[in-house]
């Protein structure tokens, strides 16, 4: 059995499909493969934020732990998603948990080999930005339809 | 107009004075008995009805009723299905005080029903359906293969259980169905998912079911998240596929747009709208959206065009 180069995984993962080839090498260059048992945290909140994770299988939650009710799931992603944003921008410390809730398996991309190298080619950083920026649009837009509370009582609302 | 014309030609047919009374129009509720009521969620229930006297005509999966509560008023409701011979299922949300008092009805009740009212899903299908007199009733033709990703939020499950099942029904030749159906369900949190056996009776006939909740429980290990970010997970050629969606108008938009999106043709999108139904005929006005008299034009309509313009004006 052959395994799939990490250059191709990673150009395969939505987040940077039909990124220019010659870009993909040095996010490869920043990434490895990683799995999680169900139940396993990705991120702990408080913690040093230093990896982007690139789902590729398996189901992840985002967590908030409440002292009253436990971890509190906010959000679930799965294969083609992404997780973990902190890595991006200072203090660099998680503000969320994130668990495996399956077996998952993901691209780890270390945060600061990312940053470093979107510096050093501002055309890498710009195209790495327009891709975050796109994800994090769409999951502020949800967010905002879920505070809607569209399926709650009509005399609640 | 059609039971104006029959009771003029009766009154023909037995001559003038005669004591038959003439059959009853489309504005008079036929007395229904309750049979069966269970609770779907907290707030919801499903009525099982069967008709006093003469049954009405046979509803298509996505048509809805009048429901009258005698003496405190009546109410649009979609039929989320037929249970055996001549008796209709009506899922109920408990909203205002006709839901209310369907929502306390028991065993025994009489409401009143007239109908059915309205579009179906038979063009969503992209074929011609069967009326829906018996269980679900025989599918599709093979010429309508299409896959189909059906999108529910809420309460916007009930009208498109039926055609769920019809979509889902085995072959002829007792196989799984033919197409290809993905189901992505929402609700607000686990409890009040719907249709828990229902979701289970689609996955064994062959359906993907999706569900997904906007606030997790204790113990809940599906999704969490809004139907459109299941659209990613759903299995189904985008190309080829035609959605039925339905629910909350702002969902609908959004899981439109996001189908629309992903690169299906906004022509092969269907969606459910709710207005303010009173007469069931387009007579009376109160449903006027734009163009569209949405007891008479809908409530399943095309999302192309003047839809998708429709879903953003404030209902009047």
Redesign the interface.
């Known amino acids: 059995v052959t395994a799939t180069p990490l250059s191709t995984l990673v150009a395969d993962h939505p987040l940077f499909r039909d990124l220019p080839g010659d870009a993909v090498g040095p996010v490869a260059g920043c990434a490895r493969n990683v799995a999680f048992a169900p139940g396993e945290l990705l991120l702990v909140e408080g913690e040093p934020a230093d990896t982007l994770y690139l789902v590729r299988r398996g189901r992840v939650a985002i967590e908030v732990r409440s002292p009253t009710q436990g971890s509190i799931v906010i959000e679930t992603v799965g294969p083609g998603s992404v997780v973990g944003w902190s890595w991006l921008v200072p203090p660099y410390r998680w503000h969320f948990d994130a668990r495996a809730q399956t077996d998952a398996g993901a691209i780890a991309v270390d945060g600061a080999c990312l940053r470093a190298k979107a510096e050093a080619d501002p055309e890498l950083g710009y195209a790495l930005m327009k891709r975050v920026a796109t994800v994090l649009l769409e999951r502020l837009q949800m967010t905002r339809v879920r505070l809607l509370d569209l399926y709650g009582t009509p005399r609640a609302r | 107009m059609e039971h104006l014309v029959r009771a003029e030609a009766a009154r023909d047919t037995l001559g003038a004075g005669s004591l038959v009374p003439p059959a009853p129009g489309p504005m008079v509720p036929v007395a229904h008995r309750v049979v069966e009521t269970w609770r779907e969620t907290e ?1 919801v229930v499903t009525l099982v009805l069967e008709p006093v006297g003469d049954a009405l005509a046979p509803f298509r999966n996505g048509q809805f009723n009048m429901l009258t509560v005698y003496g405190v008023g009546e109410a649009a409701i979609s039929v989320s299905g037929a249970r055996g011979e001549g008796l209709l299922m009506h899922t109920v949300r408990d ?1 205002g005080n006709v839901t209310h008092e369907l929502c306390r009805s028991g065993p025994g009740d009489v409401i009143g029903v007239r109908g059915p009212f309205g579009t179906d899903w038979d063009a969503a299908c992209g074929a011609a359906g069967s009326a829906s007199d018996d269980s679900f009733g025989a599918g599709y033709s093979d010429s309508a293969a299409d896959p189909v990703v059906v999108v529910a ?3 916007g499950l009930a009208p498109l259980r039926g055609v769920l099942y019809e979509l889902l029904a085995p072959r002829s030749d007792g196989g799984r169905a033919r197409r290809q159906v993905s189901a992505i369900i ?3 949190e686990p409890s ?1 998912l719907m249709y828990r056996d229902d979701l289970e009776a689609w996955e064994r006939a062959g359906g993907q079911v999706l569900t ?1 909740v ?1 606030v ?1 429980a ?1 113990g ?7 139907v ?2 299941l659209l ?2 759903a299995k189904f050629d985008v190309e080829h596929a035609r959605a039925l969606v339905c ?2 108008e ?2 609908m938009r ?1 899981t439109a747009r996001g189908l629309v999106d992903k690169g299906m043709d906004p022509d092969r999108i269907w969606v459910s709208l709710e207005r303010n139904m009173q007469c069931g005929l387009g007579w009376c006005g109160h449903c006027q959206i734009g163009p569209l008299l949405v007891c008479r034009d809908g409530p399943i309509v095309p999302y192309a065009g003047v839809v998708s313009e429709l879903l953003l004006q404030r209902e009047r």
Do not use: E, N
Request: aromatic content about 6%; hydrophobic content about 40%; cysteine-free.
């Open positions: 707030d909203v939020g809420g309460i929402g609700a607000r009040q997904t906007d997790a204790p809940w290990t599906g999704h969490v998240g809004l459109t970010a990613d997970h629910g909350p702002i969902m959004f």
